[in-house]
């Protein structure tokens, strides 16, 4: 071993145990999150499934299965990414380590509150803010332990340039605790009147769904891209150019053309959405231009995924700004064509990166292989398999050829909820998809952790063994 | 630590832009939003839902109808129509002038440019503001949806997706024991609908010695078994109030229509 793996075995090594129980806790909740979600469309398959039993309705099992997969999986597994990122640039081991572990705890214990509270129906009502304030005041607080955590770490950087990777951590680590304290001040604790509400909803919405993931998962691909290939990233000051624009444009995004709010809100909205070509061009002029020439075999391991990530990362973008012209986003907005985009953000190019960036951390944080090394591949195909072709597809084509529809008046409305149907049934396959990946990774995670602690124990009693073994030699 | 300094500084205010223009703005301009005055009247809008409406808001959050549901209308903007309200002096020269005009789905300065031409010949016009849209047309409202209709809502629930039909102006179209009958048993009334049943909200019980005022008029096939009744608990019955209390049928000032009594009159309604 050289020098410099020494170096980052140690710095890997004091990750282990804050990224075990982030990656931990966020596999459970993927999991639980999208079981629910299948339970939420086994109502397309028989309405009347679930009559009898309030907590299986189908309004607060879709709202409770997509804050369990974005509050319970995408965010916890993003920090324990971030910690590892922030820890590796820094060339420092993590600090406060204790921090982390607490906080993934009581994350736990937070996105458990919010989500038996959707399903027993104490749900705030505001879309991705479900939770009232016992569960978000939890997960509020976690995050910021976590962020501490992290931005100890960086302070203690010895390496004082910064990367590309460290603008966009650094601008998500500060911007959910922002927007999500902001958006729950105002529609929980302090109710604002009216539909001032619901343009709050709307900005919190496009802040965590669009900008944030994207913050996260193009930080992360660019960590992974020269990490994996040994190619510094074509150019810096594209990527720097590309968050600036990112950050100024997309948060303005968002606000649904045709809502009955003041028109200026709306309008700001489709010029912005033209706006964030802008990032979308750099972005993905850096993409292709650092993996171009670059030998490094794509089969399904990490640097596969953050390739595909971006990739689908840039389709969900493109997906998002069509509904940012008035035409378009009156005639797709209340369709399926939305919550299309929504999975293929969150499934297709957020869990694809965040679990690829997962696995390529975890052998050098345990100092092992992965036990299934197979699974990594495995659980790579079925999230893009289950996301892009049984999620986004069919549920971009159900709202494609339904917005069509609707603008004529005289076919009748339970004609076009009819052909929706079967992309409707179609979507359960989907989540089953990723959730057989979801397992495969969550056995990865699990078994990992049992192999290690298994080691820990043995070193343990070794070293009781040794301890005893002198005290016989002194008598 | 300096360019970590520069990048925190200009995130700020990237960041801080967003926000108040998207958080702050909306605020002051609609958190301030008071009651007005409905169009060619002293009427003021909107007014406090009933008590039994306002907790069944309450229900209707609880149980994620929104997740199905919107509760906004849009339109494509307004027409106008001219309307001959007198002949005048000199019917037959009215009636002329105006077979040679097109009298529906006009601009606002052709509206007034047509009447002037009709009050020039002796007729008596009224011009009439019709709403347009495929949402209007469905029967979904009479105008669009605007800020002052969610006025003492909270929370307020717009909506995101159709996977139903919007429900702004379900009051407007069915009673308080449809929306009950639909409730429970949602295909006895919408043939193929994907609606999931509530039956949770409502209890099915033995007939007593007298039989509950409040049980449902269930068509056959849809009813419990012979001896029981259903009958609605107070959260179903609340989330029914609420529902028909959905109505926003006044045109107001940003928001203007004229009313169809006064369109029925017209000639250009079919």
Known sequence: MNEIEKKYSAIDASCRVPLLVLFGVASVWLIIGLALAIIASLTFHKPELFANCPFLTYGRVQPAANDAIVYGFAIPAALGVILWIFARLSESELLLPLVPIVAANIWLVGVLVGVVAILIGDSTGFMWLEFPTAGWILIFIAFLLIAISAMATFGARRERALQPAHWFLLGALFWFPWTYGTANFFLVEWPVRGVAQAVINWWFANNLLFVWLGLVGLGVVFYLLPKISGRPLQSRYFALFAFWTWVLFTPWCGMPQGAPVPSWLPAASTVASLLTVIPLISIAIVFVSTIRGVSVQCKGGPYCSAQIGTVLFLASAVMLIITGCSHCGRLLGMTWYMPAQTYLQIFGFFSVVICGAANESLPGVLGFELPFPSFVRWQHRLFIIGSVLFLALPLAIAGIIAGIKMQNPNIPFTEITQGTLNYLRVSSAGFLIILLGSLLFAINVFAATAIWQAKLAKSIMASFGTAFEAEEVKS | ?270
């Open chain 2, 1 to 270: 630590m300096k360019t970590g300094f520069r990048i925190f500084l200009g995130a700020f205010v990237a960041f801080g832009l967003s926000w108040c223009g998207f958080v702050l703005g909306p605020i002051l301009q609609l958190g301030t939003l008071g009651q007005t005055t409905v169009l060619n009247s002293s009427d003021i809008y909107p007014n406090q839902r009933p008590g039994d409406a306002t907790l069944g808001l309450q229900v209707y959050r609880s149980s994620g109808c929104a997740a199905c549901h919107t509760t906004q209308v849009g339109q494509h903007g307004v027409v106008c129509d001219v309307v001959l309200t007198g002949a005048g002096n000199n019917p037959a020269a009215v009636n002329k002038l105006i077979s040679t005009l097109t009298l529906t789905n006009l601009t606002k300065d052709e509206a007034d440019a047509i009447s002037g031409q009709i009050s020039t010949a002796g007729g008596k016009t009224e011009t009439h503001i019709r709403p347009i849209g495929p949402d209007i047309e469905r029967g979904w409202g009479m105008r669009h949806s605007v800020a002052e209709d969610f006025l003492w809502d909270n929370p307020v629930q717009l909506g995101s997706i159709r996977v139903g039909p919007d429900l702004a102006n379900v009051g407007m179209r069915y009673d308080l024991n449809w929306q009950l009958l639909h409730l429970y048993a949602p295909q006895s009334k919408v043939q193929n609908s994907m609606m999931p049943s509530f039956r949770f909200l409502f209890n099915v019980q033995k007939i007593g010695a007298t039989p509950s005022p409040d049980a449902l008029q269930l068509p056959a096939g849809f009813g419990p078994p012979a001896g029981e009744e259903v009958v609605p608990s107070e959260d179903a019955k609340n989330l029914a109030a609420y529902l028909v209390s959905l109505r926003a049928d006044v045109a107001l000032h940003d928001a203007p229509f004229t009313t169809p009594s006064a369109h029925a009159a017209g000639t250009q309604k079919k």
